[in-house]
């Protein structure tokens, strides 16, 4: 084994150069050309892709069948706030909620009668 010790001093200094070296680098790199490039074609994709979805979109309230969903929205929409909607919810569930009971009693009903 190597009895030699490395004087602390130097792996102090070595650490700050690395850690100098890393953000120069970091620097260097974000402010590159290339960097920006990039990053311009990226914002150029986004926009062209966000007109290409806003073109659709307007393109299929046009439609027929954009006009059918945007009626069928508002018809639901109308439903909700009249409260129709929520009274169909009601129903439903008291209906399940009736058949879940008479079943639970004939079951506890058949456990009562062998019981006797």
């Given at each position: ?19 100098q ?9 974000w402010?590159?050309e ?10 150029d ?5 966000y ?6 979109i307007d ?14 929205v508002?018809?639901f ?6 409260g129709?909607?929520?009274d ?9 909620l ?19």
């Amino acid at each position: 084994m190597n009895d030699e010790k490395i004087p602390e001093g130097d792996l102090k200094e070595e650490f700050q150069n690395l850690s100098q070296n890393l953000k120069t680098v970091i620097n260097t790199a974000w402010e590159s050309e290339e960097r920006k490039k990039v990053q311009a074609d990226i914002h150029d994709g986004l926009d062209e892709l966000y007109n290409a979805i806003n073109q659709m979109i307007d393109e299929f309230k046009v439609s027929e069948t954009g006009k059918k969903v945007v009626k069928e929205v508002d018809d639901f929409s109308e439903r909700l706030r009249s409260g129709e909607i929520r009274d169909q919810a009601v129903e439903g569930i008291l209906s399940a909620l009736k058949k879940m009971n008479a079943e639970l009693e004939k079951a506890a009903s058949k456990f009562t009668s062998s019981e006797d």
